[in-house]
T-cell receptor, first 115, second 116 residues
Framework: AQKITQTQPGMFVQEKEAVTLDCTYDTSDPSYGLFWYKQPSSGEMIFLIYQGSYDQQNATEGRYSLNFQKARKSANLVISASQLGDSAMYFCAMREENRGNQFYFGTGTSLTVIP | DSGVTQTPKHLITATGQRVTLRCSPRSGDLSVYWYQQSLDQGLQFLIQYYNGEERAKGNILERFSAQQFPDLHSELNLSSLELGDSALYFC???????????????FGPGTRLTVL
């Protein structure tokens, strides 16, 4: 079974609108972390946001928030007020903290912001 | 600029050869992570070091090895190179190994390896 599943290969959003990028995960480790990264066409990798499995509140970082639904094993990224510069690949990842701290990545979602 | 440096930016070599990729973390960061991004395998975590010691191991091949030196820079050694090793190799650093400061990672620009 896939550890991280991103079912949206490509997404489009109108500038200034909000968009949700889906991510589901599979683990039996009670202690894990969830990550989102952004990779623009220039190739660099940018860390966006982190959510720990024991965190009571959803993580937020500026326009990014993580909609963490533990029972459903989902960790969707919400980008509010989309900007043209948000056009990029977005990767969801998980780290199982009791199983060697290895990271697992999804296949990514390509987001295009339309002016 | 994340503050993480990687050298070289590009590397072209032949099958069977050995190369070394170098990474200098941000000032004050103790953890270094290595990742591989290729077209067929996607993004893969290779290995993490924290203050000179191996902390976590991912899908790193036996032909690959890494270390973190006392000055905290890290090297990733790739040997007996194959065509399939062609990829973008990222290094990232974080302040600690866990917790809030350990989970915010800063990435270098990557080293593009081409094996011919």
């Amino acid at each position: 079974a896939q550890k991280i599943t991103q079912t949206q290969p490509g997404m489009f959003v109108q500038e200034k609108e909000a968009v949700t990028l889906d991510c589901t995960y599979d683990t039996s480790d009670p202690s894990y972390g969830l990550f989102w990264y952004k990779q623009p066409s220039s190739g660099e990798m940018i860390f966006l946001i982190y959510q720990g499995s024991y965190d009571q509140q959803n993580a937020t970082e500026g326009r990014y928030s993580l909609n963490f639904q533990k029972a459903r094993k989902s960790a969707n990224l919400v980008i509010s007020a989309s900007q043209l510069g948000d056009s990029a690949m977005y990767f969801c990842a998980m780290r199982e903290e009791n199983r060697g701290n290895q990271f697992y990545f999804g296949t990514g979602t390509s987001l295009t912001v339309i002016p | 600029d994340s503050g993480v440096t990687q050298t070289p930016k590009h590397l072209i070599t032949a099958t069977g050869q050995r190369v070394t990729l170098r990474c200098s973390p941000r000032s004050g960061d103790l953890s270094v992570y290595w990742y591989q991004q290729s077209l067929d395998q996607g993004l893969q975590f290779l290995i993490q070091y924290y203050n000179g010691e191996e902390r976590a191991k991912g899908n790193i091949l036996e032909r690959f090895s890494a270390q973190q030196f006392p000055d905290l820079h890290s090297e990733l050694n790739l040997s007996s190179l194959e065509l399939g090793d062609s990829a973008l190799y990222f290094c990232a650093s974080s302040r600690t190994s866990g917790g809030a400061f350990g989970n915010e990672q800063f990435f270098g620009p990557g080293t593009r390896l081409t094996v011919l």
